[in-house]
Protein backbone atom coordinates (compact mmCIF):
# COMPACT_ATOMS: atom_id res chain seq x y z
CA UNK A 1 0.00 0.00 0.00
CA UNK A 2 3.11 2.53 0.67
CA UNK A 3 5.35 3.18 -2.51
CA UNK A 4 8.53 2.84 -0.23
CA UNK A 5 8.95 2.44 3.46
CA UNK A 6 7.95 4.56 5.89
CA UNK A 7 9.77 6.74 8.50
CA UNK A 8 10.62 5.69 11.99
CA UNK A 9 8.54 8.20 13.37
CA UNK A 10 5.40 7.23 11.67
CA UNK A 11 5.96 3.50 11.77
CA UNK A 12 5.91 3.77 15.49
CA UNK A 13 2.76 5.27 15.19
CA UNK A 14 0.75 2.79 13.50
CA UNK A 15 2.98 -0.35 13.83
CA UNK A 16 1.11 -2.79 11.19
CA UNK A 17 -2.51 -1.83 12.20
CA UNK A 18 -4.90 -2.41 9.82
CA UNK A 19 -6.28 0.93 7.09
CA UNK A 20 -8.04 1.69 4.06
CA UNK A 21 -7.77 3.82 1.46
CA UNK A 22 -9.84 7.00 0.87
CA UNK A 23 -11.37 7.21 -2.04
CA UNK A 24 -12.65 10.31 -2.19
CA UNK A 25 -9.80 12.30 -2.47
CA UNK A 26 -9.23 13.68 -6.06
CA UNK A 27 -5.76 15.30 -5.53
CA UNK A 28 -2.05 13.26 -6.19
CA UNK A 29 -2.22 12.83 -2.48
CA UNK A 30 -2.41 8.92 -0.72
CA UNK A 31 -4.72 8.80 2.26
CA UNK A 32 -5.19 6.01 4.36
CA UNK A 33 -7.55 6.25 6.91
CA UNK A 34 -6.63 3.97 10.40
CA UNK A 35 -8.95 3.27 12.96
CA UNK A 36 -8.18 6.03 14.95
CA UNK A 37 -5.65 8.15 12.73
CA UNK A 38 -5.31 9.35 9.33
CA UNK A 39 -2.11 9.24 7.35
CA UNK A 40 -1.59 11.47 4.13
CA UNK A 41 1.08 10.81 1.92
CA UNK A 42 1.83 13.86 -0.53
CA UNK A 43 4.23 14.95 -3.01
CA UNK A 44 6.40 17.74 -1.29
CA UNK A 45 4.97 20.81 -3.13
CA UNK A 46 3.85 24.33 -1.53
CA UNK A 47 0.58 22.74 -1.24
CA UNK A 48 1.55 20.23 1.07
CA UNK A 49 4.12 22.29 2.99
CA UNK A 50 1.27 24.98 3.42
CA UNK A 51 -1.07 22.21 4.72
CA UNK A 52 0.91 21.30 7.51
CA UNK A 53 2.37 25.29 8.32
CA UNK A 54 -1.74 25.70 8.59
CA UNK A 55 -2.76 22.62 10.76
CA UNK A 56 0.20 23.71 13.21
CA UNK A 57 -1.17 26.99 13.62
CA UNK A 58 -4.81 25.65 14.31
CA UNK A 59 -4.20 23.03 16.80
CA UNK A 60 -5.10 25.63 19.08
CA UNK A 61 -7.76 27.84 17.37
CA UNK A 62 -9.93 25.71 15.16
CA UNK A 63 -11.33 22.12 15.51
CA UNK A 64 -8.96 20.57 12.76
CA UNK A 65 -7.02 17.12 12.99
CA UNK A 66 -4.30 16.91 16.05
CA UNK A 67 -0.53 16.52 14.03
CA UNK A 68 0.80 13.11 15.70
CA UNK A 69 3.54 12.94 13.34
CA UNK A 70 5.20 14.54 10.59
CA UNK A 71 8.30 13.96 8.01
CA UNK A 72 9.29 15.02 5.40
CA UNK A 73 11.40 12.91 3.21
CA UNK A 74 12.22 11.54 -0.56
CA UNK A 75 10.22 14.51 -1.66
CA UNK A 76 6.67 13.49 -0.03
CA UNK A 77 5.81 15.12 3.05
CA UNK A 78 4.00 12.42 5.51
CA UNK A 79 1.82 13.75 7.45
CA UNK A 80 -0.09 11.34 10.64
CA UNK A 81 -3.02 13.22 11.83
CA UNK A 82 -6.29 12.19 14.16
CA UNK A 83 -9.28 10.91 12.79
CA UNK A 84 -11.94 13.70 12.96
CA UNK A 85 -14.98 13.16 14.80
CA UNK A 86 -18.79 13.69 12.86
CA UNK A 87 -19.55 12.98 9.49
CA UNK A 88 -18.57 14.35 5.85
CA UNK A 89 -20.62 16.68 5.05
CA UNK A 90 -21.34 15.39 1.08
CA UNK A 91 -22.38 11.78 3.13
CA UNK A 92 -24.91 13.92 5.60
CA UNK A 93 -26.42 15.94 2.47
CA UNK A 94 -27.68 12.57 1.28
CA UNK A 95 -30.12 12.75 4.06
CA UNK A 96 -30.88 15.87 4.46
CA UNK A 97 -30.04 18.56 3.12
CA UNK A 98 -31.41 21.55 5.05
CA UNK A 99 -29.49 20.30 8.48
CA UNK A 100 -26.43 20.01 6.10
CA UNK A 101 -26.90 23.81 4.82
CA UNK A 102 -27.14 24.55 8.49
CA UNK A 103 -24.14 23.13 9.40
CA UNK A 104 -22.05 24.61 6.54
CA UNK A 105 -23.37 27.70 7.42
CA UNK A 106 -22.21 27.47 11.00
CA UNK A 107 -18.81 26.39 9.91
CA UNK A 108 -18.18 29.24 7.36
CA UNK A 109 -19.20 31.33 10.67
CA UNK A 110 -16.83 29.74 13.30
CA UNK A 111 -14.02 30.59 10.46
CA UNK A 112 -15.32 34.28 10.30
CA UNK A 113 -15.18 35.15 13.84
CA UNK A 114 -11.35 33.86 13.99
CA UNK A 115 -9.13 36.65 15.02
CA UNK A 116 -6.96 37.08 11.99
CA UNK A 117 -4.87 39.64 13.82
CA UNK A 118 -1.79 37.21 14.61
CA UNK A 119 -2.28 34.95 11.98
CA UNK A 120 0.90 34.23 9.58
CA UNK A 121 -1.42 32.38 6.98
CA UNK A 122 -1.90 34.54 3.58
CA UNK A 123 -4.28 32.93 0.90
CA UNK A 124 -5.18 36.44 -0.31
CA UNK A 125 -5.12 37.46 -4.47
CA UNK A 126 -1.67 38.59 -5.00
CA UNK A 127 -0.61 34.91 -3.66
CA UNK A 128 -3.46 32.82 -5.06
CA UNK A 129 -3.01 34.62 -8.64
CA UNK A 130 1.12 33.91 -8.29
CA UNK A 131 0.37 30.34 -7.81
CA UNK A 132 -2.36 29.78 -10.32
CA UNK A 133 0.48 31.41 -13.23
CA UNK A 134 2.53 28.91 -11.62
CA UNK A 135 0.34 25.68 -11.81
CA UNK A 136 -0.67 27.28 -15.89
CA UNK A 137 3.26 26.83 -16.69
CA UNK A 138 3.87 23.74 -14.95
CA UNK A 139 1.25 22.14 -16.40
CA UNK A 140 -0.65 21.52 -13.34
CA UNK A 141 -3.73 22.54 -14.54
CA UNK A 142 -6.43 19.93 -15.74
CA UNK A 143 -9.11 21.68 -18.19
CA UNK A 144 -10.57 18.26 -17.55
CA UNK A 145 -11.89 19.24 -14.75
CA UNK A 146 -13.43 22.71 -15.55
CA UNK A 147 -16.97 23.82 -15.42
CA UNK A 148 -18.53 22.91 -18.63
CA UNK A 149 -19.26 26.60 -19.66
CA UNK A 150 -15.65 27.68 -18.32
CA UNK A 151 -13.70 27.43 -21.73
CA UNK A 152 -16.88 27.54 -23.85
CA UNK A 153 -18.21 29.57 -26.30
CA UNK A 154 -19.65 31.91 -23.87
CA UNK A 155 -16.94 31.57 -21.66
CA UNK A 156 -12.83 31.94 -21.92
CA UNK A 157 -10.96 30.52 -25.04
CA UNK A 158 -8.02 29.23 -22.95
CA UNK A 159 -6.71 29.21 -19.81
CA UNK A 160 -4.16 32.15 -20.56
CA UNK A 161 -7.25 34.03 -21.31
CA UNK A 162 -8.84 32.71 -18.08
CA UNK A 163 -5.75 34.06 -15.85
CA UNK A 164 -5.52 37.41 -17.67
CA UNK A 165 -9.31 38.33 -16.78
CA UNK A 166 -8.47 36.86 -12.92
CA UNK A 167 -5.60 39.06 -12.73
CA UNK A 168 -7.75 42.06 -14.25
CA UNK A 169 -11.09 41.92 -12.42
CA UNK A 170 -9.68 41.64 -8.91
CA UNK A 171 -12.40 42.53 -6.70
CA UNK A 172 -12.39 44.39 -3.74
CA UNK A 173 -11.13 42.15 -0.42
CA UNK A 174 -13.69 41.79 2.89
CA UNK A 175 -10.93 40.15 4.69
CA UNK A 176 -11.38 36.90 6.86
CA UNK A 177 -9.40 33.34 7.97
CA UNK A 178 -11.05 31.08 4.69
CA UNK A 179 -10.67 27.46 4.92
CA UNK A 180 -9.32 27.85 1.04
CA UNK A 181 -11.06 24.58 -0.42
CA UNK A 182 -14.59 24.68 1.18
CA UNK A 183 -16.02 21.73 -0.52
CA UNK A 184 -18.39 19.37 1.58
CA UNK A 185 -15.69 16.27 1.36
CA UNK A 186 -13.31 18.77 3.47
CA UNK A 187 -15.94 19.28 6.23
CA UNK A 188 -17.22 17.28 9.34
CA UNK A 189 -20.27 18.06 10.33
CA UNK A 190 -22.11 16.77 13.79
CA UNK A 191 -25.51 17.73 15.57
CA UNK A 192 -26.30 20.58 12.89
CA UNK A 193 -22.44 21.93 13.47
CA UNK A 194 -19.11 21.85 11.42
CA UNK A 195 -17.29 20.26 13.58
CA UNK A 196 -13.45 19.32 11.83
CA UNK A 197 -11.74 20.93 8.57
CA UNK A 198 -9.37 19.57 6.94
CA UNK A 199 -7.34 19.44 3.67
CA UNK A 200 -6.17 22.90 4.14
CA UNK A 201 -3.33 23.80 1.55
CA UNK A 202 -5.36 26.91 0.77
CA UNK A 203 -6.28 27.62 4.53
CA UNK A 204 -5.25 32.01 5.66
CA UNK A 205 -6.56 35.15 5.23
CA UNK A 206 -8.73 36.07 2.29
CA UNK A 207 -12.24 37.38 0.65
CA UNK A 208 -15.03 35.48 2.62
CA UNK A 209 -16.41 34.79 -0.81
CA UNK A 210 -13.87 32.24 -1.34
CA UNK A 211 -15.22 29.79 0.64
CA UNK A 212 -18.95 30.76 0.02
CA UNK A 213 -17.98 30.55 -3.79
CA UNK A 214 -16.52 26.48 -3.45
CA UNK A 215 -19.38 25.96 -1.04
CA UNK A 216 -22.46 26.80 -3.77
CA UNK A 217 -20.31 25.50 -6.15
CA UNK A 218 -19.84 22.03 -3.94
CA UNK A 219 -24.00 21.88 -2.76
CA UNK A 220 -24.38 22.15 -6.49
CA UNK A 221 -22.41 19.23 -7.80
CA UNK A 222 -23.37 16.93 -4.48
CA UNK A 223 -27.41 18.02 -5.02
CA UNK A 224 -27.24 18.02 -9.06
CA UNK A 225 -25.12 15.43 -10.06
CA UNK A 226 -23.93 13.00 -6.97
CA UNK A 227 -27.74 12.69 -5.46
CA UNK A 228 -29.44 13.46 -9.11
CA UNK A 229 -31.90 16.05 -7.87
CA UNK A 230 -33.19 18.77 -10.03
CA UNK A 231 -31.46 21.96 -9.95
CA UNK A 232 -34.44 23.86 -7.99
CA UNK A 233 -33.35 21.69 -5.00
CA UNK A 234 -29.75 23.43 -5.02
CA UNK A 235 -31.38 27.03 -5.42
CA UNK A 236 -33.24 26.52 -2.50
CA UNK A 237 -30.12 25.03 -0.59
CA UNK A 238 -28.22 27.71 -2.06
CA UNK A 239 -30.96 30.64 -0.90
CA UNK A 240 -30.61 28.29 2.87
CA UNK A 241 -27.12 29.14 3.05
CA UNK A 242 -27.08 32.82 2.50
CA UNK A 243 -30.13 33.31 4.98
CA UNK A 244 -28.23 31.29 7.38
CA UNK A 245 -25.38 33.47 6.88
CA UNK A 246 -27.40 36.51 6.97
CA UNK A 247 -25.57 37.74 3.41
CA UNK A 248 -27.16 38.32 0.32
CA UNK A 249 -25.43 37.02 -3.13
CA UNK A 250 -22.81 38.78 -4.77
CA UNK A 251 -22.62 37.38 -8.38
CA UNK A 252 -19.64 39.19 -9.20
CA UNK A 253 -17.19 37.44 -6.77
CA UNK A 254 -19.64 34.12 -6.66
CA UNK A 255 -18.37 33.67 -10.29
CA UNK A 256 -14.54 35.20 -9.68
CA UNK A 257 -13.76 32.60 -6.94
CA UNK A 258 -15.38 29.70 -8.93
CA UNK A 259 -13.14 30.46 -11.89
CA UNK A 260 -9.88 31.27 -9.63
CA UNK A 261 -10.23 27.35 -8.54
CA UNK A 262 -10.42 26.43 -11.95
CA UNK A 263 -6.63 26.66 -11.94
CA UNK A 264 -5.94 24.84 -8.68
N1 LIG B 1 -8.08 13.55 9.68
C1 LIG B 1 -9.06 12.96 8.99
N2 LIG B 1 -10.14 12.46 9.62
C2 LIG B 1 -11.13 11.83 8.96
N3 LIG B 1 -11.14 11.68 7.62
C3 LIG B 1 -10.10 12.16 6.92
C4 LIG B 1 -9.00 12.83 7.56
N4 LIG B 1 -8.12 13.20 6.60
C5 LIG B 1 -8.64 12.80 5.44
N5 LIG B 1 -9.83 12.17 5.61
C6 LIG B 1 -10.68 11.60 4.56
O1 LIG B 1 -9.95 11.51 3.36
C7 LIG B 1 -10.53 12.39 2.37
C8 LIG B 1 -9.40 13.00 1.55
O2 LIG B 1 -8.54 13.76 2.41
P1 LIG B 1 -7.99 15.18 1.93
O3 LIG B 1 -9.13 16.03 1.54
O4 LIG B 1 -7.08 15.70 2.98
O5 LIG B 1 -7.15 14.68 0.69
P2 LIG B 1 -6.91 15.27 -0.73
O6 LIG B 1 -6.38 14.14 -1.53
O7 LIG B 1 -6.08 16.48 -0.59
O8 LIG B 1 -8.30 15.63 -1.26
P3 LIG B 1 -8.71 16.71 -2.35
O9 LIG B 1 -9.04 15.94 -3.56
O10 LIG B 1 -9.91 17.32 -1.70
O11 LIG B 1 -7.57 17.66 -2.53
C9 LIG B 1 -11.37 13.38 3.13
O12 LIG B 1 -12.43 13.91 2.36
C10 LIG B 1 -11.87 12.51 4.29
O13 LIG B 1 -12.96 11.71 3.89
MG1 LIG C 1 -10.21 17.04 0.26
Same mark, same amino acid.
Given at each position: ????????????????????????????????????? @??????????????????????????????????????????????????????????????? @??????????? =??? %????????????????? #????????? @??????????????????????????????? #??????????????????? %???????????????? %?? =????????????????????????????????????????????????????????
Amino acid at each position: MYSSPLPKNITEKIADKPCVSDTVGESDSTVLIFKDC @VLKIEPTNENADREYAALQWLQTRLSVPKILAFAQENGRNLLLMSKLNGTMACDALAKNIPYT @VQALADGLKTL =WHM %DISDCPLYSTLDIRLRQ #AKQNIENGS @VDTEDFEPQTLSSNGFSDIHALYAYLVQNQP #AADLVFTHGDYCLPNIFIE %DGKAVGFLDLGKAGIA %DR =WQDIALCVRSLEHNICHFCGLPKSEFLRAKELLYTKLGITEDPEKLKYYILLDELF
